[in-house]
């Protein structure tokens, strides 16, 4: 585009020029070429539209600069030039459509794969369906879709299959989200995978995974729309691995979130719950009061009163 700027510039106050011509040549080669790959239905190669440009660009660099004096016909443009001009902007087309070729046949492969791994799986075929989603992920390993897909049906296949070793499983389900989230680190969905795997893990005894999975739960709670839930889940997780400290830095949250009676008292509840497992007794009971004083639901209030009555 810079090349480009430079021979509208040089051009200034004088006909097209050929400098002119083959900047606006390039142009329109990128123009067309993102029309023609959204006919393919491959939104993703437009994003490389700087890519069309250049290559548009690259085929004028030779002609770029050759100076020729204005004709004297009315025409700004002579009818060779305008064939020259056509010929590189077709010439600039089918090269861009060449550079991106592989991309495209890769996209389009890989939902080829994913369409067979639904089929498979629709029909009962679980293995076949991995390995069509497998397939599907090495060829678009940036797809979300892919990889949440090939984790859930390594879960399903381990779930329903006798004689299989289920940690390997496990862990292979939590590799398919996890190499994922370099393409994606903003994901809920990915990070919301890592956390439930890499924890179900930890809780086995694989206690190399608990960092893993705390630290994609507390990015799946930031990442979650609802604040508030996202940090009631965090702080029911944490508290249930008893990890008091982190689930009282949630509950603090989750006060401060709060908007009504029923969710201040969930805070306050779980407040006194983390601080009762940290051997604060006295704000333990204090914290739990004040949950009943909002007047909770049935379940809630029992909850609260039976937590209560365990204090010492």
Do not use: H
Not at 13 to 20: C, L, Y
Not at 77 to 88: D, E, F, N, T
Not at 154 to 181: M, S, W, Y
Not at 253 to 274: C, P, S
Request: charged share 20%; glycine share 10%.
């Amino acid at each position: 585009m810079g090349v480009g700027t430079w021979a509208l510039w040089r051009g200034r106050g004088r006909d097209w020029g050929t400098g002119r011509t083959l900047a606006l040549v390039a142009v329109t080669a990128a123009l067309a070429g993102r029309a023609l790959e959204q006919q393919f239905g491959v939104p993703q190669a437009a994003d490389g539209l700087l890519a069309w440009a250049l290559v548009g660009l690259l085929a004028a660099l030779p002609a770029v600069g050759t100076a020729r004096p204005a004709p004297t016909s009315v025409r700004a443009i002579p009818v060779s030039a305008r064939a020259g001009a056509w010929a590189l902007a077709c010439l600039a087309v089918v090269a861009a459509g060449a550079l991106t070729l592989p991309f495209t046949y890769r996209v389009l492969a890989a939902g080829r794969e994913a369409a067979l791994a639904a089929s498979a799986e629709q029909d009962g075929y679980v293995v076949e369906a991995l390995e069509r989603i497998e397939s599907a992920m090495r060829l678009g390993p940036a797809s979300t879709a892919y990889r949440v897909r090939a984790a859930d049906l390594l879960d399903r296949f381990r779930l329903t299959t006798q004689g299989v070793d289920d940690d390997v499983l496990l862990t292979g389900a939590l590799a398919a989200v996890a190499e994922g989230l370099p393409y994606a680190p903003l994901s809920l969905t990915l990070n919301a995978g890592v956390s439930e795997r890499a924890l179900e893990l930890a809780r086995r005894g694989r206690t190399a995974y608990l960092d893993v999975g705390i630290a994609a739960l507390r990015r799946a709670a930031d990442l979650y729309p609802n604040a508030y839930l996202a940090q009631q889940n965090l702080t029911t997780r944490l508290l249930a691995m008893g990890m008091a400290d982190g689930a009282l830095e949630g509950a603090l949250r989750m006060e401060a979130l709060a908007q009504g009676a029923e969710t201040r008292a969930t805070a306050r509840y779980l407040l006194g719950a983390a601080l009762s497992s940290l051997g604060r007794m006295g704000e333990a009971r204090t914290a739990l009061e004040g949950a009943l004083a909002e007047g909770p639901l049935k379940a809630l209030a029992e909850a609260i009163t039976a937590l209560l009555d365990g204090l010492p």
